[in-house]
């Protein structure tokens, strides 16, 4: 239905910025919402933010309010991430994700609302 591809990651040092982006192809008309999960070490996938793909609202998760931007190019069927003022504490493996089952009212911040998963990349922030 709808392959997802993120890059953008890398290493980067404390209160620097990066930008992690993910290419949608496939269904993408289909295409309701996109969305980033990230999970460390020894944790589970966490919510980070999502972006309705008609109209472009956008929420975040409390961690990365005023941080973290999420926004798309409906051109090039890319969402993307953009990261500034970073911790340590964002070291993480960055998954996008989209949902492709229609319209809904939840806020999307669970694993299960999504249908198609990027593989991941690799966000480093040293100290």
């Known amino acids: 239905q709808v392959q997802l591809v993120d890059s953008g990651g890398g290493l980067v040092q404390a209160g620097g910025s990066l930008r992690v982006s993910c290419a949608a192809s496939?269904?993408?008309?289909?295409?309701?919402?996109m969305g980033w999960f990230r999970q460390s070490l020894g944790k589970e996938r966490e919510f980070v933010a999502n972006?309705?793909?008609?109209?472009?609202?956008?929420y975040y998760a409390d961690s990365v309010k005023g941080r973290f931007t999420i926004s798309r190019d409906n051109a090039k069927n890319t969402v993307y991430l953009q990261m500034n003022s970073l911790k340590p504490e964002d070291t993480a493996v960055y998954y996008c994700?989209?949902?492709?089952?229609?319209?809904?009212?939840?806020?999307?911040?669970?694993?299960?609302?999504?249908?198609?998963w990027g593989q991941g990349t690799q966000v480093t922030v040293s100290s």
């Open positions: 972006i309705k793909w008609s109209g472009g609202s956008t």
């Open positions: 994700a989209a949902r492709t089952r229609g319209l809904t009212t939840a806020k999307g911040v669970t694993t299960l609302w999504y249908d198609s």
């Open positions: 496939g269904r993408t008309s289909s295409t309701y919402a």
